[in-house]
């Protein structure tokens, strides 16, 4: 057969032939703005022939840092199709990470959303690999800005050729696309994707079973594009030619809910904090949700109440999906079988809220301490994964030998597998906490705490809360000097200071001394069972 190499040119050149009349829209502040995969198209074009204008070449890293909107979109294109690689940064990352993953992934040009600026300049003069600041804005006149040397977007595309060929002799197996985790520990991890694992995970995307996105859909990625690809839905909705709706800047629930109203939304992916926020405001508010056909969820597990919800008031099926920036990030979504049609409500909702099935072209094992676990719904062990969009590596970073073992991604989760092979996250081999989707870890939290001069010991442990799903609360010990003289809000703002907002803790328990194991370590087990009501309580 044909040695057809799997590139995203494929995919921007499909949508430029067969859908060229399809809308993509963002919502901006200065309200809703539309064009065509036409435009989009020649647009990515331009951009790309911009880029090489500055002096980009093939295997440079060109880094976004970026909302959902149409001219991330276009990078999304241009940066991979030049021989390039795209790397989304996630804008919700302390200074001291988004420095050392631009310093660490030599990114040679920065583009930035204009009200995104501020941020990119607290790190300005740590970042010498930056040559280029490229500004995304609608204003004709650049800002006032301490960074340089800067650019307008829009007046490179002036120039840029709206009929630039993309490079035809791109190996699919060169790097597309790179995306950090939000560092569980230390700093954070780069993984890097090929053009054929995001060929092929797209076309997963796709799959009856799994998404099932298509030109009749009308597709709304709420999960940011700086993270995991959004999972992949930009790339899925160019090469299926779906409508594609992007909203922007900090939206709401409300924002959600006109969009979803207004553009005929049939398919929106977010965290299950989003999908709350939304409940909370439809369950008050009339809004036309009929359009919609799914919601896919994941990042974290998904509420069985949250599920029930949209499911039975609102009848809007529930897609929950598992996956991480490892995997591309779709590994297994749940979806109903035909044996499963005539259960009772309650066993349908139950399987909802599993992380489903693995979808086709990856292999999963889930291994205990004896081996591989019994598909009983039991034995729990740990997750490994492999397969074409499964990263093999991280990026130049001696802890992926912690990681990738024999061909497998250990993935750290624990989980249980059923009898039909759905899996079932159970635990986490660290002792991290997901808030909203995002993990954020405790260990970080307590050695910063630890070098606070008034503070002798300190842990962290995941709290539930009935919003972010989990949130980080802190167990402080003093020093005996110290007893009874520190205000919680003094180590808080300590934190502020180091870690994103999202990090800080909800809050800070004073103790007289951290319960202990019998090898000294910190009993977390202890005070999670303890605390576990704390957040509800305040």
Not at 80 to 89: A, D, K, M, Q
Not at 395 to 419: C, L, M, P, Q
Request: proline share 6%.
């Amino acid at each position: 057969m044909m040695n057809t190499q799997l590139t995203l040119r494929l995919l921007i050149e499909r949508a430029e032939k067969y859908f060229p009349k399809k809308e993509v829209v963002t919502r901006k502040a200065s309200g809703i703005f539309r064009y065509m995969y036409a435009d989009f198209g020649k647009r990515a074009r331009r951009l790309a022939s911009a880029l090489q204008t500055l002096g980009v070449q093939r295997g440079d890293r060109v880094a976004t840092f970026a909302w959902n909107q149409h001219r991330h979109l276009e990078a999304y294109f241009a940066i991979p199709c030049i021989g390039s690689v795209l790397h989304t940064i996630n804008i919700r990352l302390s200074s001291e990470h988004i420095a050392y993953i631009i310093n660490h992934a030599e990114d040679k040009v920065l583009m930035i959303d204009e009200d995104l600026i501020p941020l990119i300049e607290k790190v300005k003069d740590q970042i010498p690999t930056v040559k280029a600041f490229v500004i995304m804005t609608d204003n004709p006149e650049l800002p006032e800005t301490a960074l340089h040397p800067v650019y307008s977007y829009e007046q490179l595309l002036e120039a840029g050729d709206p009929g630039f060929q993309f490079r035809s002799d791109i190996d699919e197996n060169e790097a597309a696309g790179m995306c950090y985790t939000s560092a569980t520990t230390g700093n954070p991890k780069g993984v890097v994707y090929s053009h054929r694992g995001i060929y092929l995970h797209t076309m997963c995307m796709g799959l009856a079973d799994t998404i099932a996105y298509s030109e009749n859909d009308t597709v709304m990625p709420v999960v940011p594009m700086f993270h995991a690809n959004a999972w992949g839905i930009p790339f899925a909705a160019v090469m299926f030619g779906s409508k594609l709706v992007l909203p922007g800047a900090g939206p709401t629930p409300q924002i959600l809910l006109e969009l979803i109203q207004s553009e005929k939304i049939t398919a929106a992916a977010g965290v299950p904090t989003i999908w709350t926020g939304v409940l909370q405001v439809l369950e008050k508010q009339p809004y036309d949700v009929s359009s919609l056909r799914a919601v896919l969820c994941g990042g974290s597990a998904a509420p069985r109440g949250l599920i029930k919800a949209y499911e039975e008031k609102f009848g809007i099926p529930f897609i929950h999906a598992y996956g991480m920036t490892e995997t591309a990030p779709v590994a297994s979504v749940s979806r109903l079988r035909s044996n499963h049609q005539h259960l009772p409500v309650d066993r349908l909702l139950d399987i909802r809220s599993l992380q489903g099935m693995l979808v086709p072209g990856l292999e999963m094992r889930v291994v205990g301490q004896n081996g591989d676990v019994n598909w009983n719904g039991q034995e729990m062990g740990e997750v490994w994964l492999r397969g074409p969009w499964v990263a093999d590596e991280y990026y130049n970073d001696e802890r992926s030998k912690e990681t990738f073992i024999d061909g497998w991604y250990h993935s750290g989760d624990v989980a249980t597998i059923d009898e039909e092979g759905y899996l079932k996250l159970v635990d986490r081999t660290k002792d991290l906490v997901k808030s909203g989707g995002e993990w954020i870890s405790s260990v970080d939290l307590e050695n910063a705490l630890m070098a606070h001069p008034k503070v002798f010991e300190a842990t962290v442990i995941a709290v539930p809360h009935p919003k972010w799903d989990e949130r980080p609360v802190a167990f402080v010990a003093l020093k005996p000097d110290f007893k009874d003289q520190v205000e919680k809000q003094e180590l808080l703002d300590y934190l502020a200071g180091q870690f994103a907002k999202w990090w800080v803790p909800d809050d800070i328990v004073f103790l007289d001394e951290i319960p202990k194991t019998s090898v000294g370590k910190f009993l977390k087990r202890s005070l999670r069972e303890q605390y576990k009501d704390h957040l509800i309580r305040m």
